[in-house]
């Protein structure tokens, strides 16, 4: 009877351990439906219509015949990253969670997050046993491949399309290029970044991809008419969460929900000391980037003048149904903690002089959510006429016909002179609210930066 018992034991682990990730069906879909002919891709990978993915140590081996199940991830000697490999991860990502019949999407987009969350935890465990000059090499690595990325002008005899991707003006002039992938942004970020941005520097660059990666999607599917004519009719997170998913969106909006919140989790493990989270459940409970149920409800209301402004976008709760909504999972913050206790957003951010404690940081990230009190403004200011105007472009956003009251973006109340912060430049507060805000370290309630100063805007329609 024990002997049974043990050989049942054996063969159940092992059968738990094929299916985690179901890479055996994702292998057969792939060979089912590739593009190319197997012949064709045979000859071109030189083993297999699969091709292997190479993040940091870890090997994602779809490629052999000879292993199954989780045995295609494997640790590795050496930390290697290419740009190759993160398309390669991009295609698996959206190939595999769209497999099969599209009712069992959220499972699909679940085990590929899950795949991912693994990857990490592998990288970032084989990553804490190096000795710190292999730590630096790994660095080093990292940042050098994403300054060719981002940093080189010209790349493979032409314009780099990213350069200076995260810097305003020139993401901006690029967001909308043919050739930029806002995808492999995201990985590049997501997988690089941790190992050797600054605090700063990691949240700036995010703040930029968000609202680039937002826009995109939602310029594309209202230009293909993707979202129904029903848009209008719109009255919670969970209706927005359904005309994503009705326009197919709801994959692309899972890997930047899934993303953001492991490359958060990275960030505070590799610089922090901070526990990587053991499941994705908890990882959403603590990580989620509660900032994007507003990106996505301005965006969409910027763009489409029959959406609605949704104040129920702009809150904890929101964000949390927008999730439940896309991947299945509903996550929560600490039961310690209420919606109406969280007050600031997610803020990647401190002073480079700041030395918190892991606790002091932990506490920070479990307080994560959109600022209620100063977003109510700008909900008020978003439900003025949208189509033609955003509230990034300062000026524009809080003015009107020549003639109207000039109204402060935070307080609403009437200005007779308008100011902008120095780091981010962007304006429309009166000089007791930017005061306020400078002095109080809380950030620009549009984009979170910091600023120590403000300065007056020279705008001639006041006189």
Same mark, same amino acid.
Request: charged share 20%.
């Given at each position: 009877?024990?002997?049974?018992?043990?050989?049942?034991?054996?063969?159940?682990?092992?059968?738990?351990?094929?299916?985690?990730?179901?890479?055996?069906?994702?292998?057969?879909?792939?060979?089912?439906?590739?593009?190319?002919?197997?012949?064709?891709?045979?000859?071109?990978?030189?083993?297999?219509?699969?091709?292997?993915?190479?993040?940091?140590?870890?090997?994602?081996?779809?490629?052999?015949?000879?292993?199954?199940?989780?045995?295609?991830?494997?640790?590795?000697?050496?930390?290697?990253?290419?740009?190759?490999?993160?398309?390669?991860?991009?295609? /698996? @990502?959206? !190939? =595999?969670? %769209?497999? +099969?019949?599209?009712? $069992?999407?959220?499972?699909?987009?679940?085990?590929?997050?899950?795949?991912?969350?693994?990857?990490?935890?592998?990288?970032?465990?084989?990553?804490?046993?190096?000795?710190?000059?292999?730590?630096?090499?790994?660095?080093?690595?990292?940042?050098?491949?994403?300054?060719?990325? /981002? @940093?080189? !002008? =010209?790349? %493979?005899? +032409?314009?780099?399309? $990213?350069?200076?991707?995260?810097?305003?003006?020139?993401?901006?002039?690029?967001?909308?290029?043919?050739?930029?992938?806002?995808?492999?942004?995201?990985?590049?970020?997501?997988?690089?970044?941790?190992?050797?941005?600054?605090?700063?520097?990691?949240?700036?660059?995010?703040?930029?991809?968000? !609202?680039?990666?937002?826009?995109?999607?939602?310029?594309?599917?209202?230009?293909?008419?993707?979202?129904?004519?029903?848009?209008?009719?719109?009255?919670?997170?969970?209706?927005?969460?359904?005309?994503?998913?009705?326009?197919?969106?709801?994959?692309?909006?899972?890997?930047?929900?899934?993303?953001?919140?492991?490359?958060?989790?990275?960030?505070?493990?590799?610089?922090?000391?901070?526990?990587?989270?053991?499941?994705?459940?908890?990882?959403?409970?603590?990580?989620?980037?509660?900032?994007?149920?507003?990106?996505?409800?301005?965006?969409?209301?910027?763009?489409?003048?029959?959406?609605?402004?949704?104040?129920?976008?702009?809150?904890?709760?929101?964000?949390?149904?927008?999730?439940?909504?896309?991947?299945?999972?509903?996550?929560?913050?600490?039961?310690?903690?209420?919606?109406?206790?969280?007050?600031?957003?997610?803020?990647?951010?401190?002073?480079?002089?700041?030395?918190?404690?892991?606790?002091?940081?932990?506490?920070?990230?479990?307080?994560?959510?959109?600022?209620?009190?100063?977003?109510?403004?700008?909900?008020?200011?978003?439900?003025?006429?949208?189509?033609?105007?955003?509230?990034?472009?300062?000026?524009?956003?809080?003015?009107?016909?020549?003639?109207?009251?000039?109204?402060?973006?935070?307080?609403?109340?009437?200005?007779?002179?308008?100011?902008?912060?120095?780091?981010?430049?962007?304006?429309?507060?009166?000089?007791?609210?930017?005061?306020?805000?400078?002095?109080?370290?809380?950030?620009?309630?549009?984009?979170?930066?910091?600023?120590?100063?403000?300065?007056?805007?020279?705008?001639?329609?006041?006189?």
């Amino acid at each position: 009877m024990t002997l049974l018992f043990v050989v049942f034991m054996f063969f159940y682990q092992q059968l738990l351990a094929n299916d985690t990730y179901d890479l055996e069906e994702f292998r057969e879909y792939h060979k089912t439906n590739s593009k190319l002919p197997s012949n064709q891709q045979q000859k071109r990978t030189g083993q297999s219509p699969l091709e292997n993915i190479r993040i940091g140590f870890v090997r994602l081996d779809l490629a052999s015949e000879d292993v199954s199940g989780d045995g295609r991830l494997e640790i590795c000697e050496g930390y290697e990253v290419d740009e190759q490999d993160f398309k390669r991860l991009i295609e /698996f @990502f959206f !190939e =595999y969670a %769209n497999m +099969g019949d599209p009712q $069992y999407r959220k499972v699909y987009i679940q085990k590929a997050l899950r795949l991912m969350r693994h990857m990490f935890t592998m990288n970032i465990n084989k990553t804490m046993e190096q000795s710190p000059e292999e730590k630096q090499i790994i660095e080093v690595t990292a940042k050098s491949l994403f300054e060719k990325m /981002f @940093f080189s !002008e =010209y790349t %493979n005899g +032409g314009i780099n399309p $990213y350069f200076n991707y995260f810097y305003s003006d020139s993401a901006a002039s690029y967001s909308n290029y043919a050739g930029l992938n806002n995808r492999l942004v995201l990985m590049f970020l997501t997988f690089l970044g941790p190992y050797f941005l600054t605090d700063n520097d990691f949240y700036i660059y995010f703040t930029v991809l968000l !609202e680039n990666y937002v826009e995109n999607i939602c310029d594309q599917a209202l230009t293909c008419a993707l979202f129904s004519e029903n848009i209008s009719e719109c009255n919670s997170p969970e209706s927005f969460a359904h005309q994503f998913t009705e326009a197919r969106l709801d994959t692309e909006t899972a890997l930047l929900i899934g993303l953001t919140a492991m490359a958060s989790a990275a960030f505070d493990c590799m610089n922090s000391g901070l526990e990587w989270p053991e499941t994705l459940e908890t990882l959403l409970q603590t990580y989620l980037p509660y900032e994007l149920s507003c990106i996505i409800n301005f965006n969409m209301a910027k763009l489409c003048s029959t959406c609605p402004v949704l104040p129920a976008m702009y809150s904890v709760d929101g964000m949390q149904e927008f999730t439940n909504s896309i991947l299945g999972i509903k996550p929560a913050p600490s039961p310690a903690l209420s919606s109406e206790s969280l007050n600031t957003l997610t803020d990647y951010s401190r002073d480079s002089g700041s030395e918190a404690s892991g606790e002091e940081l932990h506490a920070d990230r479990q307080n994560q959510s959109t600022a209620i009190h100063e977003q109510s403004d700008l909900v008020a200011q978003l439900q003025r006429p949208l189509a033609s105007q955003s509230a990034m472009e300062g000026m524009d956003a809080v003015g009107g016909a020549s003639g109207e009251t000039k109204r402060c973006s935070i307080c609403c109340g009437a200005m007779t002179e308008m100011m902008t912060f120095e780091n981010c430049e962007h304006a429309g507060f009166c000089e007791i609210c930017a005061e306020r805000i400078t002095h109080e370290q809380s950030g620009c309630p549009f984009c979170r930066i910091k600023s120590k100063s403000y300065k007056k805007v020279i705008d001639t329609s006041f006189h």
